[in-house]
C-alpha cells in the first residue's frame, strides 16, 4: 500500500482532524464568541457579589460572556478606576483553552505534526508487512543457519558456534529482508524448531565472551546433560533447541526464551550491529571479510 493510499484509507480521520483545528483557527483568528462581551461599571460596595457571579464559570451566560472553550479562553476581568471596577470579559486569572491564541502558525505546525505522524505509522506498518511478505518467499532453505555454522567452522573462523545476531544478520543479508525483531523471531523458530540430526545448543563460549549457537551430536548433548526446552504454545511440538547450563538465564520455557533474546539483541540487530568483537567486547556490523564469507556460504 503506497502512502497515498494509505492516506485515502485514513480520509474520514483526516478530515474530522482538519476541520476541527481549521474551527479552532477561525475561532481565534476572528475572535468569535457565543454572545457579545458586556462592559460593566460598578460601585466598590457591589464588587464582591458581581465577580462572584462573572468568575464563576457555571454562570457564564448569566454575566452574558460565552466563548467557544476549548479554543480560547473564558472568563472575566475587573479594572478599578477612578472608585469603579470596569468589567472587560476577558480575565487574566481565567482558564485558557489549549488552543488559546491559535493562529495560521499553530496551525500550519499541527497538521505538519500530524502528517508526519501518520507518515511514520504507514512507514512503520509497511516495514513490519514487509518484512513478512518477504519472509513468505524465502522458500527458506531451512538448513541456511546449518550451513552457515559449519561454513565458519570450516574456515576456522570460529571454534564453537555463532551469535545468534550474526546469523540473524546472515538471512538479513541472504533475503534483503529488515533487521527486526520479527526477523530475530523467525530466526529463534528456524533454528529451535528445525529437525535435524545434529542439535543446536545455546551456549555461553569462552573463547569470545558471548553466547553462541553450536552444534552437537545426540549422544554429546546426552553427555553433557544439555537442557531441553518447555513449548507452552504446544507440547505436542518438540523444540530442538537445547539449553547449556551456562546459557539457562535465559529461561527453559520457549515464550520467555524469545523474550530475554529479544531484550538482549533486539537493538543490536536493528541497527544492523550483527559482529562481536571478542577481543574489543563490543558489537559491529559486518566487515568485507565476513560478507565475502556469507556470499560463499552453500
Known amino acids: 500500500m503506497t502512502f497515498l493510499q494509505f492516506l485515502n484509507k485514513k480520509r474520514n480521520l483526516i478530515i474530522i482532524w482538519v476541520a476541527f483545528h481549521l474551527f479552532a483557527l477561525i475561532v481565534n483568528v476572528f475572535e468569535i464568541k457565543g454572545t457579545i462581551a458586556e462592559r460593566r461599571t460598578i460601585s466598590k460596595t ?40 470596569h468589567y472587560f470579559g476577558v480575565s487574566s486569572l481565567a482558564f485558557y483553552g489549549v488552543f488559546h491564541r491559535y493562529d495560521y502558525l499553530a496551525f500550519f505546525v499541527y497538521n505538519i505534526l500530524f502528517l508526519l505522524g501518520i507518515y511514520f505509522y504507514w512507514d512503520r506498518k509497511k516495514r513490519v508487512s514487509g518484512v513478512y511478505s518477504q519472509f513468505q518467499k524465502w522458500n527458506p532453505d531451512k538448513s541456511l543457519w546449518i550451513h552457515s555454522i559449519n561454513h565458519f567452522k570450516k574456515i576456522n573462523y570460529i571454534k564453537n558456534g555463532l551469535t545468534l545476531p550474526f546469523l540473524v544478520g546472515i538471512y538479513v543479508n541472504r533475503y534483503q529482508i529488515f533487521p527486526t525483531v520479527d526477523t530475530l523471531n523467525r530466526v529463534i523458530r528456524e533454528i529451535a524448531f528445525t529437525k535435524t540430526s545434529l542439535r543446536p545448543v545455546l551456549m555461553f563460549c569462552d573463547d569470545i565472551n558471548e553466547y553462541v549457537i553450536s552444534l552437537h551430536t545426540q549422544e554429546y548433548c546426552k553427555e553433557h546433560s544439555f537442557n531441553s526446552i518447555q513449548n507452552t504454545e ?20 520457549f515464550n520467555s526464551l524469545c523474550q530475554n533474546l529479544h531484550d538482549r539483541y533486539g537493538r543490536n540487530i536493528e541497527s544492523k550491529l550483527f559482529s562481536w568483537s571478542g577481543s574489543t567486547y563490543h558489537w559491529r556490523e559486518f566487515n568485507e571479510y565476513e560478507k565475502k564469507c556469507i556470499i560463499e556460504i552453500q
Open 46 to 85: 457591589d464588587f464582591q457579589m458581581e465577580k462572584n457571579i462573572f468568575t464563576t464559570p457555571g454562570l457564564l451566560k448569566e454575566s452574558g460572556e460565552t466563548y467557544f472553550w476549548p479554543f480560547i479562553q473564558f472568563g472575566d476581568t475587573f479594572h478599578y478606576v477612578d472608585g469603579y471596577y
Open 234 to 253: 504446544d507440547e505436542n511440538i518438540k523444540i530442538n533447541l537445547l539449553i547449556a547450563d551456562n546459557a539457562k538465564r535465559f529461561g527453559l520455557e
